[in-house]
């Protein structure tokens, strides 16, 4: 499968997201959200900004966006009529950059945490999961993660599945009535050399993940098999998502590095091809 590239010009685009019959995506090193529909012929526009680094994308029941604050270690609530707000500080519970997000049919948030300061060399650490509900104040759920990244729930399932990207594996939980994780365990080992990052997953649940450091998109199943793989050779895999008015485009957001100090030349893009399995709609 070739990519077709759609749209050029970001540092690094994170977060990918189908919602509302649009593609949206944070730009991780710009601070901006945007939003686009693939086949429109315009540009994303951006809707929203922060004044950090935004990764994760989520919404809750009334249309407001969640967005991972990162260095900060805020999630932000953003109504995208202007009135954006702290929706849970974790500043407490972590000294390092927060990650991606994922929001469960009850409106639980799960939100992963690097653990130590990845861009500034710091010895590795485990990495939480943070549950947030507008309820009750946020509290961690899970602490010894190795590097947890993008998450995804399983169609008709409690099954939050988390990509671990330094240990080259994806790590199920199941979710409790309190939302609370239980049951950990490893759901697929993945390639020797697989870093996964971004999550999406398909109406069979099957999980495509990004792994940025080595070029390449996996469609991975229970168990580990590897369905399917989309390579981007020189290109560092962000994210991706499912989407298109059939369900069946996968959209991949890439860039030229994952460090921000080498972003500045706005090589990041967003691809798509087409896929045999759609994505949840």
Not at 131 to 158: E, H, K, Q
Not at 186 to 199: F, I, K, Q, R, Y
Not at 216 to 228: H, P
Request: with cysteine; glycine share 14%; proline share 7%.
């Amino acid at each position: 499968m070739s990519p077709q590239t759609l749209f050029d010009g970001f540092r690094f685009p994170e977060g990918a997201r189908w919602h509302g019959g649009r593609l949206w995506f944070s730009d991780m090193h710009t601070g901006e959200i945007f939003r686009v529909d693939p086949e429109s012929g315009e540009r994303p526009e951006v809707v929203t900004r922060i004044d950090d680094q935004p990764s994760g994308l989520g919404w809750l029941a009334d249309g407001s966006l969640l967005i991972s604050s990162m260095h900060r270690r805020l999630v932000l609530r953003d109504d995208l009529r202007g009135d954006q707000r702290v929706y849970a500080d974790l500043s407490g519970l972590t000294d390092a950059p927060i990650n991606d997000v994922v929001v469960d049919a009850t409106g639980t948030a799960y939100v992963g945490g690097f653990g130590y300061d990845l861009y500034g060399g710091a010895p590795q650490r485990p990495g939480p999961i943070f549950a947030l509900t507008a309820s009750a104040p946020p509290r961690m759920v899970a602490d010894d993660m190795v590097f947890p990244n993008g998450a995804v729930i399983l169609p008709g399932t409690r099954t939050l599945v988390v990509a671990e990207t330094w240990a080259a594996r994806l790590t199920a939980f199941e979710i409790g009535e309190d939302g609370g994780l239980a049951d950990k365990r490893v759901w697929a080992e993945l390639p020797e050399g697989s870093t996964p990052d971004g999550l999406c997953v398909d109406v069979e649940g099957g999980v495509w993940a990004s792994c940025i450091g080595n070029g390449r998109f996996l469609r991975v199943v229970a168990g580990g098999e590897v369905t399917d793989v989309v390579d981007v050779p020189g290109r560092a895999p962000a994210d991706c998502v499912l989407g298109g008015a059939d369900g069946r485009s996968l959209f991949l957001l890439t860039a030229n590095s994952w460090q921000p100090a080498e972003t500045g030349v706005r090589e990041g893009r967003v691809e798509a091809v087409t896929v045999d399995v759609p994505g949840p709609q």
